[in-house]
């Protein structure tokens, strides 16, 4: 900077003209007002009361004014750097004051909220409608039996009553395991249902034998809205001196009392498995409509398609050559079966449209149906 100038005249510095200082100081304390960040203002100071602002730039030219200028242009540049100052200090403690108000809402703890709870999740209601039925049986002195998944050709066909040129054997669509060799056969299967475990619980046990078996079987079929290549079934076996038809129709009254209320009942229409004889197609009243809604065009029930009955799985005397095969005397113990998946019936029980939905796993599917255990 040069020696003070006794012909500079202030009045000739573009900086240090009253008028410009006073623009470039509104200018400053409407960027500070404006300001509504703590980052924001730090960007303003920078701009406004930094060593390259205009007021700062405005300070370095006093020093080559001529004495007499000095004292005016001081004050003038002075006041407005003071109010700058004083109004950034003043704004920075609104914002600080607003942040920290903010920090305590937003990051508030409430201490009182219990600490040691975990969501409870969700039970799945495939699991919790088989487990249901299990206890209807359980209760009346049957015993929960279970089978292996990977399973015996012979146990999940010939023992009943499927010998290998059997055509049923054939519309199971069914998941061979491969032998120790690629191509090489091992005569095992993914189960293709759930009634070899009868073969096994019959040659586990001496007569009498009361079992429910539920669990998990394979076929090979694309998943879509009504099939899925693996689901579940439930599947029942009684054999004891002198058992009927007539138990058996017994029975599957008492089990859709118990799972769909008083009232209900169940019939029977002929079919044909190769392990049961005679054989039957089982259905229950539909327990929406009660069977109103056939002829009656004015009440339409979804549910059973206003038919009045809803297929619920398969049933029969148990076939006196799988007793034969399972070492029981067919002359002195009879029996009765029946079988049937729990997927389709969570899906009229519960309205589910889409099986998919019950394999995806999202939480959000099974929550509603509750945590009954
Ligand atoms: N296992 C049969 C199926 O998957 C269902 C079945 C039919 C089971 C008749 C039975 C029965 O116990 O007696 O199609």
């Keep these: 900077m040069s020696a003070p100038n006794k012909s500079y005249d202030p009045v000739e510095v573009e900086a240090l003209k ?64 003071g109010a700058v100052n004083k109004a950034l200090a003043a704004r920075r403690e609104e914002l600080e004051a607003e942040r920290d108000e903010r920090v305590l809402v937003e990051e508030a703890v409430d201490v009182t909220l219990p600490h040691d709870r975990a969501p409870a999740g969700a039970r799945h209601p495939l699991t919790t409608l088989a487990e249901r039925i299990e206890d209807i049986f359980v209760a009346m002195g049957y015993e929960v039996a279970e089978g ?23 519309t199971h669509d069914t998941f061979f395991v491969e032998g120790g060799k690629p191509g090489e056969e091992s005569g095992l299967v993914l189960r293709t249902q759930t009634s070899p475990v009868q073969i096994r619980s019959m040659l586990d046990r001496e007569p009498p034998v009361y079992v429910i078996c539920p669990g998990r079987v ?63 197609e089982m259905d229950m009243v539909c327990f929406r409509c009660r069977g109103e809604s056939v002829g009656n065009p004015d009440r339409p029930c979804r ?43 969570l899906m009229f029980r519960h309205n589910v449209a889409d099986m998919r939905d019950m394999i995806e796993g999202d939480v959000r599917f099974t929550r509603p149906f509750g945590m009954e255990i």
């Design 218 to 280: 394979f076929r090979t079929d694309e998943l879509d809205a009504t099939h899925t290549p693996v689901f579940h079934q439930v599947e029942l076996l009684a054999i004891d001196k002198g058992l009927t038809m007539a138990d058996l129709k017994g029975t599957l009254d008492h089990m859709v009392q118990a799972l769909f209320g008083e009232g209900m009942s169940t019939r029977l229409r002929p079919d044909y498995f190769p392990f049961t004889e005679p054989s039957a």
């Design 148 to 170: 292996p998944e990977v399973e015996a050709e012979w146990f999940n066909f010939d023992a009943l009553n499927i010998g290998p040129d059997h055509p049923t054997r054939s």
């Design 18 to 81: 009253p008028d410009v200082i006073e623009r470039v100081r509104n200018e400053a304390l409407a960027a500070i007002a404006a300001a509504d960040s703590l980052d924001a203002l730090n960007e303003v100071k920078v701009a406004h009361a930094g060593d390259r602002s205009p007021l700062a730039l405005a300070n370095r030219e006093i020093g080559a004014l001529p004495p007499h200028a000095k004292a005016a242009a001081g004050k003038l540049v002075g006041q407005s750097r």
């Design 303 to 345: 549910t059973c398609s206003s038919e009045g009955w809803i297929e619920l799985g398969g049933c029969g005397v148990v076939n006196p050559r799988v007793l034969v095969a399972c070492g029981i005397d067919p002359e002195v113990y009879s029996g009765f079966a029946f079988g049937f998946g729990i997927e389709r019936m």
